[in-house]
């Protein structure tokens, strides 16, 4: 339905145009964000030759696996390791599993998103 202010229906017009450019960026953003997860999930390309020289570092690593994370991968060249669990609480059951018999074990929070901002 057409106004009687051309000013009124043009300024509508981009303001929804504006709208529909905004969500394009968010989900090219989205998606973006989606496919650089999914290169991580793949690995470390230094996990296989750094797990065949340091068997103590392939120790270590096979430990954190056996908590069942959600993701465990060697960050780097293998300086660390990390684990992301579902819960707090299963992430402190694995702490609690794991020890020092591997070195230290340092649990941290993730902020969601919104909290970040």
């Keep these: 339905m057409q106004s009687e202010n051309r000013l009124f229906d043009d300024f509508v017009k981009m303001v929804n145009g504006v709208a529909g450019t905004f969500a394009g960026m968010g989900r090219e953003a989205e998606s973006s964000a989606r496919e650089k997860f999914r290169e991580w999930m793949a690995g470390n390309d230094f996990e296989s030759p750094v797990f065949a020289r340091h068997p103590g570092i392939r120790s270590a690593f096979e430990a954190l696996v056996a908590t069942h994370p959600v993701v ?29 018999k591997h070195g230290s074990v340092v649990p941290v929070e993730t902020l969601s998103a919104l909290a970040a901002i």
């Excluded at 465990?72 to 020092?100: K, N, P, Q, V, W």
């Design 72 to 100: 465990c991968r060697m960050t780097g060249s293998g300086s660390s390791l990390l684990a992301i669990y579902r819960h707090a609480g299963e992430r402190e059951d694995a702490r609690m599993r794991l020890g020092r």
